[in-house]
């Protein structure tokens, strides 16, 4: 009884451990953004700084992440500039990753993250998954890249409106 009780107790701790820790870290819509951590610059180096960001959580193993490369490279050349970067971030193996820039065509620039430090503050929960940080680091929007028109992009860049979220989970 004495070890049934001791369980329990330690099961119960754990969970309002992790609980809590994720309720603090879950980035919300309209609040700041949390930090990038970028371990290496894979292609396209820029300063992030006062800058909308178009954030993409990718892996190269993923299927969905390699179906969007088509759709991400036109919004990026429509829709890139001074102002408005676009980046896919990744915390795989870097050598698989840089294979994967050596045959794949990804024109936005490409970071990588040792560790999973952004996925964790982020709490991405499957790729692709993208969010969209306005120029003052204010967490705008979250959602499946895939989802994202011209039209949405334009409402967005003229107006500030972005798309609605369908995602319900914890943002």
Not at 31 to 53: M, N, R, S
Not at 97 to 110: D, G, M, N, W
């Amino acid at each position: 009884m004495n070890n049934l009780f001791r369980f329990f107790f330690i099961l119960l701790f754990s969970f309002s451990i992790f609980s809590t820790s994720i309720a603090q870290k879950s980035p919300k819509l309209g609040e700041p953004a949390p930090e990038i951590h970028i371990t290496k610059w894979l292609q396209g180096e820029t300063d992030l700084k006062g800058k909308t960001l178009f954030l993409t959580f990718f892996e190269s193993w993923c299927g969905n992440c390699i179906r969007i490369v088509k759709q991400m490279n036109e919004l990026e050349k429509k829709y890139s500039s001074d102002d408005f970067v676009f980046l896919y971030l990744s915390s795989e193996n870097l050598s698989r990753i840089e294979r994967y820039l050596k045959r794949a065509v990804i024109l936005p620039s490409v970071v990588h993250d040792k560790g999973d430090a952004t996925i964790k503050s982020y709490r991405v929960t499957g790729v692709p998954e993208s969010f969209i940080i306005n120029k003052d680091g204010i967490l705008v929007w979250r959602g499946h890249p895939g989802k994202l028109t011209d039209k949405h992009f334009d409402d967005y860049l003229e107006s500030g409106k972005t798309p609605e979220r369908r995602f319900k989970g914890p943002v």
